[in-house]
C-alpha cells in the first residue's frame, strides 16, 4: 500500500507540540503497523460535554512517505509544531516530549481536558508538521510547517453521552456491515412502532455528505446508503426517529 505523510497524519488524528501539559503516557506494547503505513490507537477521540476524559494515544510513524511534491522519501522523523484551532480546555503531551515520532518506532501522546457545555459538535483542527528525511545516513529537515492538508476532528457529544449509551426503549440502530466499507455498506435501524426515520452521514467536519428518509414498520428496517463517491476517511451516520432522538456512530470508508 502507498505510504504518504498526508495519511499518517490523518491517523495520528492528535499528535500534540510538548510543553502544554506535563503528564506522561505509555505506548501500548499491543499496537502495531504490520503494513508499515503507520498507526494510531484509538483512531477517534469521542468525549462528552462536562466529563473529564485522559486518553493516551499509541502511534507508530511509517519509514517512508510522500510529501506534497517532493516525492517519495525515507523518513526519519516528523516533529508536530502546532494545531491549528484547537480548543483552550484541551491539553496534551508527548512522550517522548519533543513530539518527535520516529519511523517504525511506537510513541505515545496523552490528551485531557474537560469539554464545557455548548461546545458538542465537530471541532476541525489542522496539524502543522516539520517533515526530516534520512540522507547519508542523517536526519535532514526537508519540509518545514507542513500542512497535512486534511483537518482532523475532536467529536464532542451532548452531556449524558457515555451515561445513557444511546440507548432507547423502542429504538435502536444495528452495527454497520461491513465497517470499514470499500462501496456498501448496510445500515439499519430497530423501530417498535411505524414511523418515519432519517438517516444522516457527515464526514469529518459535520459536512452532510448522504440524507435519506426511512418509513419504518416494526423491526428491523434497513437505508439504501452507497458511498462509492465518497472519498476514504472517517464519517458518522446519524439516526434520528420520530422523537427526534438520536444514535450516532463511526463509520470507515477505506477502499
Not at 462528552?48 to 522523523?77: K, Q, R, Y
Not at 508538521?129 to 519540509?143: M, R
Not at 430497530?190 to 432519517?198: A, R
Amino acid at each position: 500500500m502507498k505510504k504518504t505523510l498526508l495519511f499518517f497524519v490523518a491517523c495520528m488524528m492528535f499528535v500534540f507540540y510538548a510543553g502544554v501539559s506535563f503528564g506522561q503516557c505509555t505506548p501500548d506494547p499491543l499496537v502495531t503497523d504490520p503494513e508499515g503505513n503507520g498507526e494510531m490507537v484509538p483512531d477517534t477521540i469521542e468525549i462528552g460535554e462536562n466529563s473529564a476524559f485522559n486518553l493516551t494515544l499509541t502511534i507508530i510513524a511509517p519509514d517512508t512517505a510522500s510529501v506534497g511534491t517532493m516525492g517519495h522519501i525515507n523518513l526519519h522523523h516528523i516533529t508536530v509544531k502546532s494545531l491549528q484551532n484547537k480548543p483552550a480546555w484541551l491539553t496534551y503531551a508527548c512522550n517522548p516530549s519533543t513530539c518527535e515520532f520516529i519511523g517504525t518506532a511506537s510513541r505515545c501522546v496523552l490528551v485531557s481536558g474537560t469539554a464545557p457545555l455548548g461546545s458538542a459538535g465537530f471541532i476541525a483542527i489542522d496539524v502543522i508538521v516539520d517533515v526530516y528525511a534520512t540522507i547519508l545516513g542523517a536526519p535532514v529537515l526537508v519540509q518545514s510547517d507542513y500542512n497535512s492538508g486534511m483537518p482532523l476532528v475532536v467529536w464532542v457529544h451532548p452531556e449524558g453521552w457515555g451515561v445513557t449509551e444511546q440507548v432507547y426503549k423502542g429504538f435502536g440502530i444495528m452495527e454497520a456491515q461491513p465497517n470499514p466499507f470499500s462501496n456498501t455498506v448496510k445500515l439499519g435501524c430497530y423501530t417498535e412502532n411505524p414511523q418515519n426515520v432519517s438517516l444522516k452521514v457527515v464526514n469529518m467536519v459535520g459536512q452532510e455528505v448522504y440524507t435519506e428518509v426511512l418509513g419504518t414498520h416494526s423491526g428491523d428496517n434497513f437505508f439504501q446508503f452507497n458511498g462509492n463517491d465518497l472519498t476514504n476517511g472517517i464519517y458518522f451516520y446519524s439516526v434520528i426517529d420520530a422523537q427526534n432522538r438520536v444514535i450516532t456512530k463511526k463509520l470507515i470508508k477505506s477502499n
